[in-house]
Each structure stands twice: as structure tokens, then as C-alpha cells.
């Protein structure tokens, strides 16, 4: 469906990159449970080898049911191309793979996913990769932490869990200045609500596993890139404006364009690193993708219910959500999210830490879990469990205090949802 009209989101969301199966008419996307595929000849399998000529080798590269998964999620995003992988946080090492090498370093937000500062703070190191945390809402910071080693600079849209709304097109313009890439996480944001390439952001990773499948079920990631960049500009990128060694020094930009860090991600990233989505998994996730649209209305319009309702009441001390008009990132969301800040917000509960644990025990619809983007309402205390790595101050910066907790709002029935929080508050402070 590349080449046609253009269609809207709800018609793209069931269409792109899918066609009747040719062997079959199946109409729903088949599961191609394979791990390898027939050579046409000799020579198919040597231009396949080469990069010459795009086809299916083996599932570790490529695989037909993620090829449509890829190029959905490539067309819902506003990109040129995109690679899946085994989950998100594989996601980010994949994406700054091609960009990063022992002594280089990232420049990231304070507010990030838990395990994703982990990942950065931690992880990274044994790479010889280093990232540089900073307020993101404060731009001269950001530019100051860029140096020579820097390689990237790295936020999410709507930042999980507190609310925080990234200002996309000021910090593409300062990496831009800086000759570096802009990668946003858009997990909690789908392409529904923010269109990270659009505000100028040049590679966007998902945690596939939250709203992009929607219902708990598989964890998956994807990589899109805008197909904007130019790799070639400097010296810094090497992986992909130098020859490739591996393929009889090939030179990626060069070659392939605006789908060079897609081919790279593929053709080395999924190659070495091997952390590739499996077709059952990109099945579940694309039956999920059909319906993004009329999910994320709803889950914002629940969120946005279930917040004012919290605001208003004495055993709350505070919520942050965008979506309220007391958020200090009401007007910006506004222009980065227009159809609604999502539906993830934290909320601290008078009574501190034990208030916040009785009140997530005597929850009934929401249910206690590490994940968040599911049709179910979640809950989960931060300090306690998902940010419990972090240092106080880390938590603090993530809007994860121990006096808060994070929801995750489903797309059950509002007044149902509203009631089991009242009961589970009557209880915390009982
Ligand atoms: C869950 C999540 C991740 C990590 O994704 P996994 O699929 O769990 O590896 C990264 N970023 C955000 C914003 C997330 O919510």
C-alpha cells in the first residue's frame, strides 16, 4: 500500500504492508513459522548473501510475518523503514548500536522508563558506551552535555511514568546543530497520540509490547528511522558511511539511502546481536495494531476521567498527567500529543509508602503488574518495584517517590474503574 493514495491512520492501521497472502488469498496476514527459506539457484542465494538482491534467507534477518509488522509500524510512524526485535529494551540497543563505539556516549533524559535508566546508567558500560543524564526541559544543559563523543541524544515523548512531555522540536533542533541523531521512545505515546518524525526526530523506538499490541501477550520492539539523516556528513558514524567489512566493504549510506540504518539493523544488528522478534509475535502484535485508534481514544479519554476525579479528591495529593489542566505540561501537549497526553499518570497518595501499598493491595479491575499499556487497568508502585533500582534521587527525577503510585488506565468502563479506586482509597487511609 506504499505507492497509493494516501490513506488515513485508521485505514493504514489495518492495511500497511499487508496484502492476500500470494500462494493462498489468505486475507489475514499468515504466520510464516519458519527458520529458513528455499534458494531460487546457486546465484539467488549469492545476490541474497550480498545485499544485492532483498529476499528471505533465514528468520534471524528477516521473516515475512515481521516484514509486515516492520512496515506497518514504518508507515503508522511517518518513517522510511523499521526493524523489530525481541522486546523494547532491545529496541535501544539495536538503535544506538550502528551509532555508538567504546569511549562515545549519549546524552538522555532524567525521565525515562526505569529499566531504561538502568539499561543507560548501567548496562551500557560494558559496551565501553556512556550516557550523560539531563533535564531534558532544561536546553542549555542538554546542549552543554553534548561533547565530541557524543553520538545521540535520547527522550521519550510522553515520559513513563510522570507525565512529562518531551519538547521534540527543540531538542531535534539541538542535535540537529550538533550533526547527532534525535532517537524518542514513543511507547507510551503511539503513533496515534505524538509522531515523533514529524517534530523532527530522527530514529523512534517502541516498546511493542504496551499499546502497540495492546493486551499483555508478547513482548516485542521496533526501531523506525525517518530516512532523514545524513550519515555521511561527518566522521562520526562510521558503521554506516565507511565500508562494511562483513559485506566485501559495502557502504551502507551510500548505497542504500534512506534505508541504510534500516538494512544495517537487519543485515549486521539482527545478524550479530540476534535479538529477533519471533512471527508469533509479530502476529499477535499486528492483530493488535488494527484496532490502535479506537483503543487509545478510549484509554484517553478513561485517563482523562479517572484523573480529574482523582484531583478533586483529599486523599490525593497530587496527580501528574498532561491531560489535566493543572499539569504543567498541559500547553505543551497540546502541540506534541494533540489527540491526548495517553493514559499513564502517577498519583501520590496522602499517607506516603503505606497508604500506597494498601491502597494497590485492595485494588480489585486493576491489577498489580510491572507493565502498563494493556486493555486492563494497572497499577503499580514504583518506588517498591520497577524504579526500586534507582537511587532516591534517581527515583525522585523519574517521578517515581515513594509516595507514588503509577496507573496505567484500561479501556474497561470509567464509573467501574472510578469506584474500585474509591473503595481501594477508603481502605489505604481506614
Ligand atoms: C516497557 C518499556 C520499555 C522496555 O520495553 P520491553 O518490551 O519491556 O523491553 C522501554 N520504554 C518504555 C517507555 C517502556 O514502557
Redesign the pocket.
Known amino acids: 500500500m506504499s505507492d497509493g493514495p494516501t490513506y488515513g491512520f485508521d485505514t493504514l492501521q489495518i492495511h500497511a504492508g499487508a496484502r492476500p497472502d500470494p500462494a493462498t488469498g489468505a486475507r489475514q496476514t499468515p504466520i510464516y513459522q519458519t527458520t529458513a527459506y528455499v534458494f531460487r539457484d546457486a546465484d539467488h542465494a549469492a545476490a541474497l548473501f550480498n545485499l544485492q538482491e532483498v529476499g528471505y534467507i533465514y528468520s534471524r534477518l528477516t521473516n515475512p510475518t515481521v516484514a509486515v509488522l516492520q512496515e506497518r509500524i514504518a508507515t503508522l510512524e511517518g518513517g522510511a523503514g523499521a526493524v523489530c526485535c525481541s ?4 529496541a ?1 540497543i539495536m538503535a544506538l548500536f550502528p551509532l555508538m563505539a567504546p569511549g562515545k556516549n549519549v546524552v538522555v533524559s532524567t525521565r525515562l ?1 526505569g ?2 535508566i538502568t539499561q543507560m546508567s548501567q548496562t551500557i558500560k560494558r559496551f565501553g558506551w556512556s550516557a550523560t543524564f539531563v533535564d531534558t526541559d532544561d536546553l542549555d544543559a542538554v546542549k552543554a552535555a553534548i561533547n565530541d563523543g557524543t553520538r545521540a541524544v535520547f527522550c ?1 515523548s510522553i515520559a ?1 511514568p510522570g507525565g512529562y512531555i518531551s519538547d521534540i522540536p527543540a531538542l531535534a533542533k539541538i542535535a540537529d546543530e550538533a550533526g547527532l541523531p534525535l532517537i524518542v ?1 514513543n ?2 505515546a503511539t503513533p496515534y497520540l505524538c509522531r515523533p518524525i514529524e517534530l523532527g526526530a530522527t530514529l523512534v523506538v517502541h ?1 511493542t ?2 499499546y502497540l499490541t495492546g493486551n499483555g501477550t508478547v ?3 521496533a526501531i523506525v528511522d525517518s530516512g532523514r539523516f545524513d550519515w555521511s556528513a561527518s566522521d562520526k558514524f562510521p558503521s554506516l558511511s565507511a565500508p562494511e567489512p562483513a559485506y566485501h566493504g559495502l557502504k551502507f549510506h551510500e548505497t542504500f539511502g534512506p534505508l541504510a540504518f534500516t538494512f544495517h539493523g537487519i543485515a549486521v544488528g539482527l545478524r550479530d546481536l540476534g535479538m529477533t522478534m519471533n512471527p508469533q509475535a509479530a502476529h499477535y502484535t499486528l492483530l493488535g495494531i488494527e484496532t490502535l485508534s479506537l483503543r487509545m481514544q478510549r484509554h484517553v479519554e478513561n485517563a482523562e476521567k479517572l484523573a480529574k476525579w482523582l484531583e478533586q479528591d483529599d486523599r490525593i495529593e497530587q496527580v501528574t498527567y498532561a491531560g489535566l489542566a493543572s499539569s504543567p505540561y498541559a500547553e505543551r501537549a497540546k502541540t506534541i500529543c494533540p489527540k491526548g497526553a495517553g493514559a499513564l499518570f502517577t498519583c501520590a497518595l496522602k499517607g506516603g509508602y503505606d497508604a500506597c501499598v494498601k491502597f494497590v493491595n485492595a485494588l480489585e479491575i486493576f491489577s498489580h503488574v510491572a507493565n ?1 499499556g494493556d486493555t486492563r487497568s494497572l497499577v503499580i508502585h514504583s518506588a517498591s518495584t520497577t524504579h526500586r533500582q534507582l537511587s532516591p534521587e534517581q527515583q525522585e527525577a523519574a517521578g517515581a517517590s515513594p509516595n507514588v503510585v503509577r496507573l496505567s488506565i484500561g479501556i474497561e468502563d470509567a464509573d467501574d474503574l472510578i469506584a474500585d479506586l474509591d473503595q481501594a482509597l477508603a481502605q489505604a487511609h481506614g
Open positions: 522486546s523494547g529494551h532491545a535501544q522508563y529499566g531504561t521519550e513513563n521512545d511507547t507510551s516498546s509490547t504496551k513482548t516485542g520492539g502498563l
